[in-house]
T-cell receptor, first 112, second 117 residues
Framework: GENVEQHPSTLSVQEGDSAVIKCTYSDSASNYFPWYKQELGKGPQLIIDIRSNVGEKKDQRIAVTLNKTAKHFSLHITETQPEDSAVYFCAAVKAAGNKLTFGGGTRVLVKP | GAVVSQHPSRVICKSGTSVKIECRSLDFQATTMFWYRQFPKQSLMLMATSNEGSKATYEQGVEKDKFLINHASLTLSTLTVTSAHPEDSSFYIC?????????????FGPGTRLLVL
């Protein structure tokens, strides 16, 4: 089955700096890659996603890149703010199975 | 994005009792819902896939007789933890797939924290 590795597990950045989280996946059949933000005690919230026919997608301060050949994708957060502090999860989905396989999560702390 | 609700948000029960958790899709009909369990500082672990009008599909290692899932309508799925024990204490989260959008996109509920004493 699919296996998703996520790095780093924790990330501390200064407010205003950029944060980058990287994920790799094992199944070349995976074609949909969502990113979720989870705040303490809450459910995950979809923040951005990308499909395998696209190499990059941007939404304001958040961007995601995908390298299908290398089977890795990354989340980029620019101009970080304290409210960006949360746990971020990457995931991969095969259209046929529709089950999300999550990475281990990255705890991001933005220091004011 | 689509809205998914869960009830209750938090429940404390005695060991040996059963607890029912509801998951509702508020502004769309969900033929498929998913149930996850999350232990502190860990990732989400898929427990089962709930299909409207048919039996749920359980992941390996998840006891179907202990975690009863019912998906009786296109907007409601329930998870019942039967004869709960302290080791069942966890954060239970459901998600639903919006069939009108991209079929792979899942929207998550706010979660239910279960504490078994």
């Amino acid at each position: 089955g699919e296996n998703v590795e996520q790095h780093p597990s924790t990330l501390s950045v200064q407010e205003g700096d950029s944060a980058v989280i990287k994920c790799t996946y094992s199944d070349s059949a995976s074609n949909y890659f969502p990113w979720y933000k989870q705040e303490l005690g809450k459910g995950p919230q979809l923040i951005i996603d990308i499909r395998s026919n696209v190499g990059e997608k941007k939404d304001q301060r958040i961007a995601v890149t995908l390298n299908k050949t290398a089977k890795h994708f990354s989340l980029h957060i620019t101009e970080t703010q304290p409210e960006d502090s949360a746990v971020y999860f990457c995931a991969a989905v095969k259209a046929a199975g529709n089950k999300l396989t999550f990475g281990g999560g990255t705890r991001v702390l933005v220091k004011p | 994005g689509a809205v998914v609700s869960q009830h209750p948000s938090r429940v404390i029960c005695k060991s040996g009792t059963s607890v029912k958790i509801e998951c509702r899709s508020l502004d769309f009909q969900a033929t498929t819902m998913f149930w996850y369990r999350q232990f502190p500082k860990q990732s989400l672990m898929l427990m089962a896939t709930s299909n409207e009008g048919s039996k749920a599909t359980y992941e390996q290692g998840v006891e179907k007789d202990k975690f009863l899932i019912n998906h009786a309508s296109l907007t409601l799925s329930t998870l019942t933890v039967t004869s709960a024990h302290p080791e069942d204490s966890s954060f239970y989260i459901c998600s639903a797939r919006d069939p009108l959008g991209w079929s792979e996109t899942q929207y998550f509920g706010p979660g239910t924290r279960l504490l078994v004493l």
